[in-house]
């Protein structure tokens, strides 16, 4: 089992920054991959980043240029430096690692985070 707790979230204007980070414990696999999510209200789970175990990174194209993930392997760390955030990035952020040999998913409770305009 692998348990994820995020954190980092708050309140920013827009044109602001936020760097959130999750810690993740437990059975940790060595291949892996690690990722943000985001959920706006009144929408759908959407992928906004992800990080695999060597280190290849891949951004949905709305947060290009603006967020950059990161994770330390050693400390079990993932961290999203959001940069520029607008409106539109509100929402309720969630930690995700998957375990590819299992296929399994694990899931942060979330953190919130609100631009406001």
């Known amino acids: 089992q692998v348990q994820l707790a995020e954190s980092g979230g708050g309140l920013v204007q827009a044109g602001g920054s936020l760097r959130l980070s999750c810690a993740a414990s437990?059975?940790?696999?060595?291949?892996?991959?690690m990722g943000w999510y985001r959920q706006a209200p009144g929408k759908q789970r959407e992928l906004v980043a992800t990080?695999?175990?060597?280190?290849?990174?891949s951004y949905t194209d709305s947060v290009k240029g603006r967020f950059t993930i990161s994770r330390d392997n050693t400390k079990n760390t993932m961290a999203l430096q959001m940069n520029s955030l607008t409106p539109e990035d509100t929402a309720v952020y969630y930690c995700?690692?998957?375990?590819?040999?299992?296929?399994?998913?694990?899931w942060g409770k979330g953190t919130q985070v609100t631009v406001s305009s």
């Open positions: 995700n690692f998957k375990n590819i040999m299992s296929s399994m998913n694990y």
């Open positions: 437990g059975r940790i696999s060595n291949i892996n991959v």
């Open positions: 990080v695999t175990s060597g280190g290849s990174t």
